[in-house]
């Protein structure tokens, strides 16, 4: 969707009454500020997920405390 929207041209798969929805949500206050927090957030240096646990399983957590 990145690819098509920065495109400004619909892709054959899209039917043209969803393009002009897809166009309509795009031009939206929220969704431009939703992509700027989004950005912001991939750009931070601070890392990725706070979530670290990883696929430890309950039982070796356990084990760990």
Do not use: C
Not at 28 to 46: G, M, P, W
Request: no cysteine; glycine share 10%.
């Amino acid at each position: 969707m990145h690819g098509i929207r920065n495109k400004g041209a619909p892709h054959g798969w899209i039917r043209e009454d969803l393009w002009a929805r897809l166009i309509e949500f795009w031009q939206q206050e929220d969704f431009k500020k939703l992509k700027q927090v989004n950005k912001r957030n991939r750009a931070s240096s601070t890392g990725g997920s706070l979530h670290t646990g990883g696929s430890t399983t309950y039982e070796a957590t356990r084990e760990r405390m």
